[in-house]
């Protein structure tokens, strides 16, 4: 199985403030990573796929990078709405794997 | 656009079989693939399995032994049984569709249905 690290855990922030979060996986996966944000008592909702696609409808303060086994997720000014969770998913091979998520919270 | 529900029994015995379905409404479940994920209170998220429309599957091998998937393309429906369940099953259950863009490969899990808690308690 691939495992996925993210780091920070959580994180503290100001509205306004760059934002970027790491996912590490164990083995080179090229550009198969995806990004998701979750709310609680929300279902997760995908942001980025392939590494650094933004998912229509997804604002442009979110962006991706990375490939092989270092990933980031990107949120340039950071706005109310997005306290959440952001988990991080490899689709490169079976069993599909999530990072252990990054709580991101009001400072 | 495309919408997903999953219903099912809330609370199970220990090894009972949990049985969930997820209805699919605004689009064919037809050319696609569809994924059950699941996430214990306060944790984080497994990926369970996923069948195709035709019918076939792959799981992840932490489960594979207990778990089953089927699809109904007449009533847009896909279903997940666990089989023997026990504390370490109680978990949120999402049912999502794993989309694939065939030229490059990609694939990720959008949209996901809102989930339900299923407990299992003596």
């Known amino acids: 199985d691939i495992q996925m690290t993210q780091s920070p855990s959580s994180l503290s922030a100001s509205v306004g403030d760059r934002v970027t979060i790491t996912c590490r996986a164990s083995?080179?996966?090229?550009?198969?990573l995806n990004w998701y944000q979750q709310k609680p008592g929300k279902a997760p909702k995908l942001l980025i796929y392939?590494?650094?696609s933004l998912q229509s409808g997804v604002p442009s303060r979110f962006s991706g990078g990375g490939s092989g086994t270092d990933f980031t997720l990107t949120i340039s000014s950071l706005q109310p709405e997005d306290f959440a969770t952001y988990y991080c998913?490899?689709?490169?091979?079976?069993?599909?794997?999530f990072g252990q998520g990054t709580k991101v919270e009001i400072k | 656009q495309v919408q997903l529900q999953e219903s099912g029994p809330g609370l199970l015995k220990p090894s009972e079989t949990l049985s969930l379905t997820c209805t699919v409404s605004?689009?064919?479940?037809?050319?696609?693939?569809w994924g059950w994920i699941r996430q214990p209170p306060g944790k984080g998220l497994e990926w369970i399995g996923y069948?195709?429309?035709?019918?076939?599957?792959s799981y992840n091998p932490s489960l594979k032994s207990r778990v089953t998937t089927s699809v109904d393309t007449s009533k847009n429906q896909f279903s997940l049984k666990l089989s023997s369940v026990t504390a370490a099953d109680t978990a949120v259950y999402y049912c999502?569709?794993?989309?694939?863009?065939?030229?490059?490969?990609?694939?990720?899990?959008?949209?996901w249905g809102q989930g339900t808690l299923v407990t299992v308690s003596s």
């Open positions: 392939a590494a650094s």
């Open positions: 083995q080179s996966m090229t550009s198969y």
């Open positions: 605004g689009g064919s479940i037809s050319s696609y693939y």
């Open positions: 999502a569709r794993h989309s694939y863009d065939s030229k490059s490969g990609y694939n990720w899990f959008d949209p």
């Open positions: 998913q490899q689709s490169y091979s079976t069993p599909r794997t």
């Open positions: 069948i195709y429309y035709s019918g076939s599957t």
